[in-house]
């Protein structure tokens, strides 16, 4: 069982070059979502997915397009990267929304990317 | 928002040593995980721990949802347990997010 599975791990673009991170889960989750970890800031929701076809956006989406053709895909697309889009990113997923009210919640990560753009 | 606050920001632990982690979250929550984010960067689970006590080899971990807080334990620290320990719970104030702790970083010497 290989949980939640990014590509790459490491990534360095030019500015304004284009690139998609990878995430698949095999765990059947219905809940997807990508976090950028920086320093001092913690992490941040760019966006999430409740279910194929259904995307919303986080805190943070400016400058990032997400979409879910199937429950274990959900890539992440830098359109035009810039230097501010250094960081690490995560994947996650859970069986239902991190509210509380699911029946399990529990997010699973991913190994993370690390990006840098020069 | 829920507020999420974690005690000691830094820890040093000579190997061998216990450690007791802190969280304190500010609003009820009924969802509750701890993390190690190891050297790598990578993201660990460790618990999910909505309420009660669990434990896993040499870690354990307590949630009082009514006091809104919990305590990460770790017996016998080995330096593979360095790393940055996170507590995450629910945001309140965006939909869909786990809003974590600022962490605990724990070293543990030889």
């Known amino acids: 069982n290989a949980g939640v599975t990014q590509t790459p791990k490491f990534q360095v673009l030019k500015t304004g070059q284009s690139m998609t991170l990878q995430c698949a889960q095999d765990?059947?989750?219905?809940?997807m979502s990508w976090y950028r970890q920086d320093p001092g800031m913690g992490l941040r929701l760019i966006h999430y997915s409740v279910g194929a076809g259904i995307t919303d956006q986080g805190e943070v989406p400016n400058g990032y397009n997400v979409s879910r053709s199937t429950t274990e895909d959900f890539p992440l697309r830098l359109l035009s990267a810039a230097p501010s889009q250094t960081s690490v990113y995560f994947c996650?997923?859970?069986?239902?929304?991190?509210?509380?009210?699911?029946?399990?919640?529990?997010?699973?990560f991913g190994q993370g990317t690390r990006l840098t753009v020069v | 928002g829920i507020q999420v606050e974690q005690s000691p920001p830094d820890l040093i632990l000579q190997e061998g040593a216990n450690s007791t982690l802190r969280c304190n979250f500010s609003d009820s929550v009924n969802n509750l995980q701890w993390f190690h984010q190891n050297p790598w960067g990578q993201l660990i689970n460790l618990f999910y721990?909505?309420?009660g006590t669990k434990q896993n080899g040499r870690l354990s971990a307590t949630t009082v949802a009514t006091e809104r807080y919990s305590l990460l334990y770790i017996s016998s620290s080995q330096t593979t347990d360095s790393g940055v320990y996170f507590c995450a719970v629910p945001s309140t104030d965006s939909w869909g997010k786990l809003q974590f702790g600022a962490g605990t970083q724990v070293v543990v010497t030889p």
């Open positions: 996650a997923s859970s069986y239902s929304l991190p509210t509380g009210t699911g029946a399990n919640t529990e997010a699973f």
């Open positions: 765990m059947n989750h219905e809940y």
């Open positions: 721990i909505p309420s």
